[in-house]
């Protein structure tokens, strides 16, 4: 009996386990992420197209509920009527269908590898320290000074886009996105390397 199922029992009430997953089918090096579906009667999927079909600022997604949980279609029809009652949240018809028939479709993950690639290398030149990532798009490189919020206003002085790592609870480390042409990757190469040598 796994964790979950013991504090539900302890509880008398269910512990759900909501799992965001878009970036569940883009993954590299062999690397697969297991659904979670099948592992815990109150598991929940709620995912998006957008990442795994390539198709930024689509909203288009779905819910989909543990084949253990009891009077699972009780539940689906709850949400199904909150999608409903909110409307906003709908989907075109148009985009349905297109969705419908893309199911089973994805980006060619060897594009985003090569990209990976071409970012830890410019990374690496430059002498960043970082983790290589398995899966989505991003990398959290650790930032040469310990406050990423002035690192990143260099960083982009030197016309390179990054995040703070702090607005995702890693002070210290800044996140960068490879979803863009490789080209655009190589040509930052300068920027991280002089960003670097602002602080040495």
């Known amino acids: 009996m796994s964790l979950l199922e013991k504090k539900t ?13 878009p970036y569940r089918f883009l993954a590299y090096d062999g690397a697969t992420v297991p659904s979670v ?25 779905y ?3 543990s084949p253990l949980l009891e009077n699972r ?7 199904t009527i909150t999608n409903r009652i909110l ?11 297109i969705m419908a028939a893309a199911l089973g479709a994805s980006v060619d993950v060897d594009v985003y590898t090569r990209r990976r690639n071409a970012m830890a290398e410019v990374l690496t030149e430059a002498g960043y ?21 002035a690192f990143i206003e260099v960083l982009t002085s030197q016309r390179v886009l990054g995040v703070p790592g702090s607005g995702f609870g890693c ?6 996105a490879f979803c863009v042409d490789e080209s655009v990757i ?10 670097r040598r602002h602080f040495a």
């Open 37 to 61: 579906l099948p592992l815990y009667p109150y598991a929940v999927c709620v995912s998006s197209f957008s990442k795994n079909l390539s198709l930024p600022g689509e909203r288009i997604g």
């Open 87 to 97: 409307g906003y949240v709908n989907a075109p018809i148009v985009g349905q269908h």
């Open 63 to 65: 819910v989909a509920l």
């Open 186 to 195: 190589r040509n930052s190469r300068e920027g991280f390397a002089a960003a």
């Open 129 to 149: 320290e970082f983790n290589m990532p398995k899966g989505s798009f991003y990398f959290f490189p650790k930032s040469p000074i310990e406050d990423d919020k």
């Open 9 to 21: 029992r302890e509880y008398n009430h269910p512990v759900w386990l909501i799992s965001d997953e």
């Open 73 to 79: 279609a009780e539940l689906m029809a709850a949400l």
């Open 171 to 176: 002070p210290g480390y800044f996140r960068l």
